[in-house]
């Protein structure tokens, strides 16, 4: 009769096995890693790079594992904008860009001569990405970016982006020990790709070089030309908060219900602290991110452009509040609801009873985009109910999704 494996045996049984699979799948990888390397490096060559750099970089090339665990993840929850806010819009932030404006006063304010964007919203970028330049990522940027050029889900991009930093590093006499950002390639203070960099990054303290990495002149300036060329308006805000009359439509909400700001005030609608609107033709349309319960926003044109900066209503909010609360207004008036942490688990069965009830929301990806938002609203008119379009506790309850 066979003799049975004791639960320890088996258990380091499974650890070889899961060893030896790991291994050779890294293996695998590093084998398909060195193949691209020398694609990569012909392309180099192909585009100019000079046998120095190539010398300089292409030897110490090395896969990140972590870079793909870190494509391939993603949140087990979903973040409400509660959630989000709070932790970016801090007291520390806006009293750091204040300490900010003081030491770099003369610059910001030839920024916004030369490029009509106000010195609060340049300082307001720089604290959400790098917490003024604390934090400005440590993952080895070629190395980063040569791993995902190597994946194939998005090569054709970062193939793109690791040549261009191959340029960057030539044209800037970088080292690879500086060249350190995010895990998907985001570089310096302001956290550019290096595309971003390459058009848009500008010599600010006149040194004859570009480093968003050492130069916060560099960064300030680097960013207010970017938000220039994404098409900022000078002269105009980023929005604002508002008071919503007490019998709003919120299908009148969202990006495409724009309406001219004298519509709005004809509306009902009105500053938070009661004051009108006033009259304008500017455009503007409103965002409740925490459903009609929490604050309501009007956003003007310029909110597209931070958008353009990172595509997130979330945070262009975060930037707007954060810039006026460091050109010293006092941020949002309406408190912030207390809102439960949904799991991507619960989003996905969301979506799919609003499907199966035919409240076509796409496939079930556990994101709240605009497509989920519209399907809530559409159940929400069919039930009678505030169409806000926010999956909120009383919403997610009636489709039995939570209990």
């Not at 993840?73 to 860009?97: A, H, I």
């Not at 004809?266 to 929490?294: C, N, R, W």
Request: hydrophobic share 40%; proline share 5%; with cysteine.
């Amino acid at each position: 009769m066979p003799s049975l494996l004791t639960a320890a045996k088996k258990a380091v049984l499974f650890s070889f096995i899961s060893q030896v699979f790991i291994s050779t799948a890294f293996a695998d990888e590093a084998e398909q890693f060195a193949e691209c390397k020398v694609n990569l490096q012909e392309k180099a060559i192909a585009q100019g790079a000079s046998q120095q750099t190539i010398d300089a970089i292409f030897p110490s090339l090395t896969y990140q594992p972590r870079v793909i665990e870190l494509d391939r993840s993603q949140p087990e929850f979903v973040q409400t904008f509660p959630g989000y806010f709070t932790k970016r819009v801090t007291q520390w932030r806006t009293d750091k860009g204040k300490a900010m404006f003081g030491k770099h006063r003369d610059l910001l304010n030839q920024l916004n001569d030369k490029y009509g964007i106000p010195p609060h919203y340049l300082l307001a970028f720089w604290g959400l990405e790098t917490n003024f330049g604390t934090y400005k990522g440590k993952m080895p940027v070629l190395d980063s970016l040569a791993t995902l050029a190597c994946d194939p889900r998005r090569s054709t991009y970062f193939t793109q982006e690791f040549l261009v930093a191959v340029a960057l590093f030539e044209r800037e006499s970088l080292s690879k020990e500086e060249m350190v950002g995010s895990w998907a390639g985001a570089m310096g203070h302001t956290q550019f790709m290096p595309s971003a960099y390459t058009h848009y990054a500008i010599d600010g303290d006149n040194d004859g070089q570009i480093n968003l990495w050492a130069s916060e002149e560099d960064a300030l300036a680097s960013a207010a030309n970017f938000l220039a060329n994404l098409g900022w308006k000078p002269g105009f805000r980023w929005g604002r908060e508002v008071v919503l009359p007490e019998n709003f439509d919120y299908q009148s909400s969202g990006y495409r219900q724009r309406r001219a700001i004298t519509d709005w005030s004809q509306m009902g609608l009105t500053k938070a602290d009661g004051s009108m609107l006033g009259e304008s033709d500017t455009q503007g349309y409103v965002i409740v991110p925490a459903g009609h319960e929490g604050p309501a926003f009007i956003a003007y044109p310029n909110f597209r452009v931070i958008m353009r900066w990172n595509n997130s209503e979330f945070y262009a909010i975060a930037v707007g509040v954060l810039a006026d609360k460091i050109a010293g207004a006092s941020g949002i008036t309406r408190p912030l609801p207390e809102l439960p942490a949904y799991s991507r688990t619960d989003i996905i069965s969301l979506q799919r009873k609003l499907n199966a009830l035919g409240f076509d929301v796409g496939k079930p990806d556990g994101i709240i985009g605009p497509a989920t938002r519209e399907g809530i609203r559409n159940y929400q008119i069919a039930n009678n109910l505030v169409a806000d379009g926010f999956p909120s506790m009383n919403i997610m309850r009636a489709l039995n999704v939570v209990s």
